[in-house]
């Protein structure tokens, strides 16, 4: 009904009473965005593509929102197998991959059982094979399942909420100002003091902001 200042009221509370789902993180950042609050837009797009990292819709919409954002950073670019080890861990959940990487495990000790037991040749080394390469993808399903645990639960990257944001060399309005940022900027946070945060910026420039301007992803 275009009624975007209703829908978001109704979306943030959604988020805020624990709901989650792919489709409403991302028309609640819909709603934030035809609302006008682009900052908001990119938060929940953001936590929409940690639900679902390859659909192109959630993607395309966090571009045109970023576009809109004012600052600009020469990004420093992550190590590659970082980025696709990340991707490949949030396209299932945490328990998805524990309760795969559990039945690998119990599959390589009954693999190991027939490889202790069997007494053709032919078929031990087969079972040892099998045990190992079962055991070795547990292991890797176990790094997945810590990995997407982490980002979605302890994930450290948050949004710049206010329209411009002062960073200082220490906590506190009397220490030396370091840079300018604008709302939608996305920030890592490394520590926290009271009511400041210090944050990394895209280019991997740090200083300390007020965390009420911030909202973590």
Not at 50 to 71: F, G, H, K, M
Not at 183 to 198: A, H, M, N, P
Request: proline share 2%; charged share 20%; net charge neutral.
């Amino acid at each position: 009904s275009g009624d975007y200042s209703g829908a978001v009221a109704v979306y943030r509370k959604l988020f805020d009473d624990g709901y989650r789902s792919e489709d409403m993180l991302y028309n609640a950042g819909n709603a934030f965005f035809k609302s006008g609050d682009n900052a908001s837009a990119i938060l929940f797009y953001e936590r929409a593509r940690l639900i679902a990292p390859a659909d192109e819709d959630i993607n395309y919409n966090l571009q045109i929102a970023r576009s809109r954002v004012t600052d600009k950073f020469e990004a420093v670019p992550e190590l590659f197998f970082v980025r696709w080890f990340n991707f490949l861990s949030l396209l299932a959940p945490t328990n998805t991959w524990a309760v795969t990487a559990l039945l690998l495990f119990i599959a390589s000790l009954l693999f190991a059982v027939i490889f202790l037991t069997k007494a053709r040749a032919s078929g031990r080394l087969l079972s040892f094979w099998l045990s190992l390469a079962a055991m070795v993808l547990s292991v890797l399903l176990i790094a997945l399942a810590m990995n997407n645990n982490s980002l979605i639960n302890k994930n450290k990257k948050a949004v710049v909420t206010c329209s411009i944001v002062t960073g200082r060399s220490e906590p506190g309005e009397s220490s030396n100002e370091l840079f300018v940022i604008h709302s939608g900027t996305t920030v890592k946070v490394e520590k926290e003091l009271g009511d400041y945060l210090e944050v990394q910026l895209p280019d991997g420039n740090k200083g300390w902001i007020q965390g009420d301007c911030l909202e973590k992803i």
